[in-house]
């Protein structure tokens, strides 16, 4: 399967009452693998571009908890997609080898990343050039 078919954007389920909600996320029952790795970024101007990697190994579903950003993803061999995180209980599932940048966020936004793997410098590709070279392979 192309690495495009499997990104996907994902809905958790809700829970609350009149207290306020609830989101929760399983590993390897809401999303696809076991959480190794928890991070969340805040703080970022709109004009930032945070990511602008690859990852060789680790898979990530990215949540915004809170406010909004923007999530484009590229194949590195011509396709590319966009997607809009702005609700609480969605996010979006990236596999391993997709080249991520993250954007367009809002003054209040917290984006909490959910990631396969522990973190291991050596497995992200930073440039872009190389990312492509890697996938052309």
């Not at 930032?48 to 590195?76: M, Y």
Request: contains cysteine.
């Amino acid at each position: 399967m192309h690495k495009m078919n499997k990104i996907q954007m994902l809905e958790f389920s809700q829970k609350g009452d009149n207290r306020g909600h609830l989101v929760i996320v399983e590993g390897e029952q809401d999303i696809s693998f076991d959480i190794k790795r928890v991070f969340y970024i805040y703080g970022s101007d709109p004009k930032v571009i945070r990511g602008q990697h690859a990852n060789r190994e680790s898979e990530f579903v990215l949540i915004n908890v809170a406010g909004k950003s923007k999530i484009k993803v590229k194949d590195g061999v011509g396709n590319e997609a966009i997607y809009c995180l702005d609700r609480p209980h969605t996010g979006v599932y990236i596999p391993a080898m997709v080249w991520k940048d993250m954007y367009d966020f809002s003054e209040d936004s917290v984006l909490l990343v959910l990631a396969s793997t522990h973190y291991d410098p050596g497995e992200y590709i930073r440039d872009y050039g190389e990312f492509v070279r890697e996938v052309s392979k």
